[in-house]
């Protein structure tokens, strides 16, 4: 692990005293770009499909402002997700104690697949959002990464 970072161990590293490494402060920007991306187009989906079939409109969970809320609040979720992922794995790179990062790295794992469960959980039963549009964006991060993967393969 001291490959990865090496002021581990030594107390000097920034990821110890619960700040952003730059690493970490360049691709949380990433995530939110594919996030804003992946529900600029899913909304353009959502409204495209209402006007193709404007019986939809007709369900009312089919409205605009319950998709906008769902859609949003998912993909707060899953930029909050990266987030916790990112500084999980800050504190895991600085840490000298192998045993200890591996456990850390799996209830961290635990913890955020829990949140993104009672995510799906409210977003179906709490009215106010779409559920559809509330769920989709979990997937946007990892779309993103492997989209951009392929477009900005370095060869």
Known sequence: MSDIN???????????????????????????????????????????????????????????????????????????????????????????NKERARSRMKMSYTYRYLMQIAWIVIAILVPCFNYIAAIIPLLFPSFGIKIASIIFKKN
């Open 6 to 96: 090496p002021g581990a161990g030594t107390g000097s590293n920034e990821s110890t005293n619960g700040k952003l490494s730059p690493a970490l402060k360049k691709e949380l920007k990433n995530i939110f770009l594919y996030i804003i991306i992946g529900l600029c187009i899913m909304f353009a989906i959502f409204f495209a499909v209402m006007c193709i079939f404007p019986e939809i409109k007709e369900n009312t969970e089919f409205e605009y402002w319950k998709i906008a809320l769902g859609g949003i609040c998912g993909g707060g979720v899953a930029f909050l997700n990266f987030l916790l992922m990112g500084l999980t794995v800050q504190k895991v790179a600085a840490d000298d």
